[in-house]
């Protein structure tokens, strides 16, 4: 008798990933870098005020305020934090596009025929849950020679939505055009709505978050001694956060 | 020849209101935009327009005297105003920029920048140390401002920053909880083994400190500095320096702590006006730090030919 290998789909083994694109993220959400970063850990969402792009797009999409997240993209403009995670205890949408690009002046994503509905576009692309993991690693096998030029940011040779016409999109169209983008509704999480893998900080910044941590009143004693904990045992100080990034999603993609 | 001049820096303004932090340069040469990664030996990369709202522009840029591989060095407002009142840091916003936000910018490499703030940090952590000596330095919130002063010039996980933390919190703010935790922190942070280690270093640092003599040179200095308020704190004579260093394992205290009282003095730290470089210099910085003509920062190893004649050159 012969053991089955399981395969585990390739979308499975791509975390989650945010960062803070600097540094308009903490002006726009009027918080300090540390504040904003340290909600975002521990799914304390509801008091983050969404960026001015980000509540104009929301509008045309009619989305309630969300948080959101690429699957497995880094992009290499995150500021000097990011974070790698996946969903534990959230209800989350996914859509093979950023739905902001699909709003925004730029028109970086072309349909064929064109998207008359945006909302109803949307939500026709949007997968519920963990349903998002078999058609990404179907697609992520047909678009590329190796899932790895996805997490580099290379242009696909197909969009995973048959509509949208890669061709038609103009050369200075980038990764929000194929990016698949995931986000959870805005509020505050109890349990936690994600299982934090990895924090990268730009080096000699995990002490002075941590400083700021010691003396936050957003936290209580016992909170405290756990999110310090935490910081140590997954937060890392690398000289570029976003090539690390890369790096470790590269590495779990083995 | 180059026209590539520096534009921005890329980074969080708010929330490093405290903070000494290193932020991405960003050049411009034409229609190009760099980036120049704030991270030791990170390769510059070419910045989109996407990216460029994410740019803070530098008014009258220039004036920084930025060079092609230069990152921008972030001095916080509340940082600058720290450093600007003390005497062992002044000399730090010498070649800084103020800014209308408050904020100071100073131009370097990455490798430079951790290098100096290092050097920095030494004589913070003495100016520290001291303070605690002091109890009226306790009491007055100086010996508070020094820790805060060394903790932003400081951030990595050193046993330095995780031995002042903890002296800090036990000594000057009386907080069991806080030092028990950055006891804790000292482990989880790698900077010690283990409790047991951290705990051994604590307790010969406060032997040190609390060594008779020591004390006697630290309240004949207050006394000298009231007598006079030209001079700075903790100037001891040449024997007391040579009883001194034959009484501890922290040798490089004292040579460093005489830096403290010469910079004021005689001002051989970029920035402070009077630049006198003197047989002090020469001869009685030990494994302290002090700058050349460069304004590149040296060590040396020699104080046994201290004397009252020279000290005073």
Known sequence: MTLATVQIPVADLLPWVQGLPFPQAANEHRMSWEELLLRRLEGRLNDIKQGANTARAEKALGFDPMVYFYVGRCVPAFGKHAFASRPVACDPRTTPFDTGALV??????????????????????????????????????????????????????????????????????????????????????????????????????????????????????????????????????????????????????? | MTTEKLYGFIGDVRGNEENLVAMDAVSVDGDAFTRYPAGVGVAPTELSNRDLPYVIRVEHAARLGWRQGDIVWFIGPALAARIQESVEAKSFLGEAMATSDGYFLRAGTAADFRRVRDTYAELLSVAFRLHLIDSEAVVSEAATKAWKLFAAFDSFPTKRRSINAALYYYEVARDQTRYRRARTRAVQNGAFESVDAFDEEYKQTVAFLQSPRLCEVVAESRTRMAMDPHRSAWVADAPTIRELERGTDFKHMIPAGLILALTAENGFFPGVSNLKPNAFQHNYVTQAPSLDKHGTFVTRNDVSSLSEHERHD
Request: aromatic share 12%; hydrophobic share 40%.
């Open chain 1, 104 to 254: 925004s002046s730029e028109r970086f994503i072309v349909t064929d025929p064109p998207v008359t509905d945006v909302p109803a576009f949307v939500s026709a692309n949007s997968y519920v849950g963990q349903d998002y993991v078999l058609p990404m690693s179907s697609w992520l096998q047909a678009a590329y020679d190796d899932p790895i030029s996805y997490v580099d940011g290379m242009r696909p040779t197909i969009a995973a939505v048959a509509t949208v016409d890669l061709d038609l999109c103009p050369p200075e169209a980038d990764e929000r055009v194929w990016a698949w983008e995931t986000r959870i509704p805005k509020r505050d999480y109890d349990p936690r709505p994600l299982a934090v893998e990895q924090v990268f900080f730009l080096e000699g910044e995990r002490e002075l978050y941590l400083d700021w941590v010691e003396v936050t009143e957003l936290l209580d004693e016992q909170e405290r001694d756990s999110h310090i904990a935490f910081i140590y045992e997954h937060g890392r100080e690398v000289p570029d956060v976003a090539l690390a990034m890369l790096d470790y999603m590269k590495k779990g993609l083995g």
